[in-house]
């Protein structure tokens, strides 16, 4: 098993629509959590970070569950430029990053 | 300012051959990582360097996979004798020791390299 996994989708997205996925970790002593994005045959970009409380950046919205060990990603208002992969990430003891596969969105119009 | 760079961004080897692969963290960056992405894939951590000391090495696949950071700066990632099985796109993401409120790694573009 995967120690972060996501659905890999497409998530096929009507503009203007609202999207959300979800992302599990295994391992329970993880500390930090990030959405990043890669745009096809690009770098990954820190999109946001997840706290504990939910936090919200302008159209993306990403919750945090401990307990049950998920993470989400929620994009209102879509655009055609929202189309990317998002990857969960993970961050235990130390510095290392953890990503899981990824979920692609494809944002139509 | 200028971000991580990377070279070369396309490496093309034949299986058994040795490579280099050079990565330009930004200036200042004290923590380098590199990173291993197959297609359709995330990135899996290979490697983390702070300054010139190598702390993580525990993702590299195999004794063939080598990486260093001299001075503390660029850092070289080689792959001796490549296996099909190397190819893949190789990132290389630098980040300031702590930054507020988030851990900001900064990824070059990559390098892809095709073993044939």
């Known amino acids: 098993r995967k120690e972060v996994e996501q659905d890999p989708g497409p998530f096929n997205v009507p503009e203007g629509a609202t999207v959300a996925f979800n992302c599990t970790y295994s391992n329970s002593a993880s500390q930090s959590f990030f959405w990043y994005r890669q745009d096809c045959r690009k770098e990954p970009k820190l999109l946001m970070s997840?706290?504990?409380s939910g936090n919200e950046d302008g159209r993306f919205t990403a919750q945090l569950n401990r307990a049950s060990q998920y993470i989400s990603l929620l994009i209102r208002d879509s655009k055609l430029s929202d189309s990317a992969t998002y990857l969960c990430v993970v961050k235990a003891a130390g510095n290392k990053l953890t990503f899981g596969g990824g979920t692609r969105v494809l944002v139509k119009p | 300012g200028a971000g991580v760079s990377q070279s070369p961004r396309y490496k093309v080897a034949k299986r058994g051959q040795d490579v280099a692969l050079r990565c330009d963290p930004i200036?200042?960056?004290?923590?380098l990582f590199w990173y291993q992405q197959a297609l359709g894939q995330g990135p899996e951590f290979l490697t983390y360097f702070q300054n010139e000391a190598q702390l993580d090495k525990s993702g590299l696949p195999s004794d063939r996979f080598f990486a260093e950071r001299p001075e503390g700066s660029v850092s070289t990632l080689k792959i001796q004798r490549t296996q099909q099985e190397d190819s893949a796109v190789y990132l290389c993401?630098?980040?300031?020791?702590?930054?507020?409120?988030?851990?900001?790694?900064?990824f070059g573009p990559g390098t892809r390299l095709t073993v044939t």
């Open positions: 997840v706290y504990s």
């Open positions: 200036s200042g960056h004290v923590s």
């Open positions: 993401a630098s980040s300031l020791l702590r930054q507020a409120r988030s851990y900001e790694q900064y």
